[in-house]
């Protein structure tokens, strides 16, 4: 059966109850923006009941390359940002990477004393998203064809900026466009991963401070803010991928020859649960670690285990290399174990030391939102800095656990 047009109020409010009792829409505003807000109207081509389910991205832009370079976003992934902005009626936001639909929710809910500016750096999604914003009545949406690395001065201050494109930094445009009690809302990229990081401003200081942080991911900056992370090739299968500023570096063969070997298992007694923090943890508590990715080939033969689907950490030590998986253990809260598996002549010692960290996370941190996320713009003063921390163009980002 095709779903009609009338059908969609109904697919609306199915798609709010659904993001309701996964606990990602918590505020009335963003319910009933989500609720009033005909999602279709941005999504030309797509389906009904596709546009109206809840991790579905739309319209995506393809590259020659192959790659994905514009999507209308997942609703979840949406949801969450407008609760990480805590938008509110009368602010002026600014929206960084367009699609149409998710300004007219922030336009929904700033409602008409407020005001949206969106931007986005491709003419094709530009038009796209006028003609959205038009058909489902959000004309007063400024739309704006621009580079967003040097912001949409025009239209500053904002109170909020949503960053809806991965981003590798956060250029000096982006603060000064922010009113000082403002809050920007963004996919940062660093490690190897993404976290969708909600910063505001430090009293009294430069730095901005993360209000909280959440998994998710976006197809990265284009433009002038573009980030060019390294990808090492173990075998035509199997790589680790690095942050554009690492200088860590590799015996390759010595992996590859190792990857060859039998792995030794060991697991941790802990639960395997919210391994988006413990990956944060890994990456940022202790020795630098590459991400280990795989393609689909290497899993289905066996040469790395599954988990590696996504990206893992990997703890690196010359000729031999660990990284974490999980076994089924109904022992554990989660009904999951976290484990490691190791390749190499170093197998056993490697492997006891991610253990070590893995359970050292498992005993202090084992919550949500326990790392401290700073950032640190230029000049930055970071000799008081304690724990980890990057430096990127624009300053420095720092994680700390104590
Ligand atoms: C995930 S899409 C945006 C989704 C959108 N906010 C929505 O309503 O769902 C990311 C967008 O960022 C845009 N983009 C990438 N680099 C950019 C840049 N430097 N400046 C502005 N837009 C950029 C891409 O063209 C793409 O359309």
Redesign the pocket.
């Known amino acids: 059966m095709t779903l009609q047009v009338d059908d969609a109020a109904a697919l609306r409010q199915a798609m709010v109850a659904t993001l309701r009792e996964e606990g990602l829409i918590t505020t009335e505003d963003v319910a009933t923006a989500m609720n009033t807000v005909p999602r279709h109207d941005?999504a030309p081509g797509e389906p009904l009941d596709r546009v109206y389910q809840t991790n579905t991205?739309?319209v995506p832009?393809i590259d020659a390359q192959g790659r994905q370079?514009?999507?209308?976003?997942a609703s979840h992934?949406?949801a969450i940002q407008l609760e990480q902005a805590d938008v509110q009626p009368g602010m002026n936001l600014l929206?960084?990477?367009?699609?149409?639909?998710?300004?007219?929710?922030i336009a929904e809910i700033v409602g008409r004393t407020g005001s949206v500016t969106?931007?986005?750096?491709?003419a094709d999604?530009i038009a796209r998203?006028r003609a959205g914003l038009q058909r489902a009545g959000y004309e007063q949406v400024y739309v704006v064809h621009?580079?967003?690395?040097h912001g949409v001065p025009d239209h500053a201050p904002y109170d909020r900026i949503?960053v809806?494109?991965?981003a590798w930094d956060i250029p000096p445009a982006w603060l000064d466009q922010l009113t000082p009690d403002g809050r920007i809302v963004v996919p940062l990229r660093f490690a190897g991963i993404t976290r969708l990081i909600a910063l505001d401003h430090t009293p009294d200081t430069p730095m901005l401070t993360a209000s909280n942080y959440r998994l998710g991911s976006?197809?990265?900056?284009?433009?002038?803010?573009?980030a060019h992370e390294q990808l090492i090739a173990v075998t035509p299968d199997v790589g680790l991928r690095l942050d554009q500023n690492s200088e860590l570096t590799f015996n390759v063969p010595a992996l590859r020859k190792a990857l060859n070997t039998k792995a030794v298992e060991g697991w941790s007694g802990t639960p395997f649960d919210m391994p988006d923090e413990l990956e944060l943890y890994l990456l940022t508590a202790g020795p630098e670690m590459p991400m280990l990715h795989a393609a689909q080939a290497a899993i289905e033969q066996g040469v790395v285990n599954r988990t590696v689907r996504t990206g893992t950490p990997a703890l690196v030590r010359g000729d031999t290399f660990a990284y974490r998986i999980k076994r089924e253990n109904p022992e554990t809260i989660s009904g999951f174990e976290t484990g490691v598996i190791a390749h190499g002549p170093q197998a056993e010692q490697v492997g006891a030391e991610l253990l070590n960290m893995i359970r050292a996370w498992a005993g202090r941190y084992y919550r949500r939102g326990a790392a401290r996320i700073t950032y640190h713009p230029n000049p930055a003063d970071t000799s008081g800095l304690i724990g980890w921390h990057t430096t990127k163009r624009h300053g420095d980002l720092a994680i700390d656990w104590s």
């Open positions: 941005s991205t739309l832009k370079t514009s999507v209308v976003s992934i949406q929206e960084i990477g367009s699609g149409g639909y998710n300004a007219a929710l969106t931007v986005d750096i491709d999604v998203a621009a580079d967003a690395e949503i809806t494109v991965g976006f197809v990265p900056m284009q433009g002038d803010g573009a």
